[in-house]
């Protein structure tokens, strides 16, 4: 069984005025909230970019919802120094490029520019305010984890890969798989490859 998520203001979901700079610890209570609504037990969660933060965070707050978490394709514990500028930009040129925008519409509706610029302005306030990611320390986290990524993903921290070997030093049940090639998201990217490899980690496979 898979569910698709669309947090509040996103999506099919209501809109709302504003997104909070911690959004992706007000976006764990979401997950958790419909878990619960849908009285589920120990779910496998894939977060990809920003929703990789919203995972862990799950499975911070109620590790005993979570089974496993797929953390794929992010900057780690904090935003890389030119994270803001990157997506001022990286925004910027995405709403005048016409597959960036018919993307954007399928994802949000067609008020997408109103949600893009909501969400821009969220990330960029927890950039400069260096507003924490994780509600608690990731050295609390025994759920078991992948770290998931693309050595080519050219809107993460350069040293992504030692990032994550950083975090999985910090956690109790750590693995990693890099893609040598792809874009960002690494879920996206490398599509088939990653359903592989996300099975097999669920699984209790080795990750080849």
Not at 42 to 49: F, I, P, R, Y
Request: hydrophobic residues 40%.
């Amino acid at each position: 069984r898979v569910i698709l998520m669309d947090f509040l203001g996103n999506g099919q979901s209501d809109r709302v005025e504003c997104f909070p700079e911690n959004l992706w610890t007000t976006q764990a209570d979401q997950v958790l909230a419909l878990v619960e609504h849908l009285n589920l037990k120990k779910v496998n969660l894939l977060g990809t970019s920003g929703g990789a933060w919203v995972a862990v965070n799950t499975a911070l707050k109620r590790p005993d919802l979570v089974e496993h978490v797929i953390a794929d394709s992010f900057d780690g514990r904090t935003l890389h120094d030119g994270f803001a500028e990157n997506l001022r930009k990286e925004r910027e040129y995405a709403k005048q490029d016409q597959e960036a925008r018919q993307f954007y519409e399928w994802c949000q509706g067609e008020d997408w520019e109103k949600v893009v610029d909501l969400n821009t302005q969220a990330l960029i306030t927890c950039a400069v305010n260096k507003t924490p990611l994780f509600c608690k320390s990731l050295e609390s986290l025994d759920t078991p984890i992948l770290f998931m990524g693309s050595l080519e993903d050219d809107m993460c921290r350069q040293d992504m890969l030692e990032e994550y070997k950083e975090m999985d030093r910090l956690v109790g049940n750590g693995k990693i798989y890099m893609f040598e090639t792809g874009g960002h998201p690494a879920a996206l990217s490398n599509a088939e490859s990653a359903a592989r490899v996300i099975t097999d980690f669920l699984n209790g496979q080795s990750l080849n």
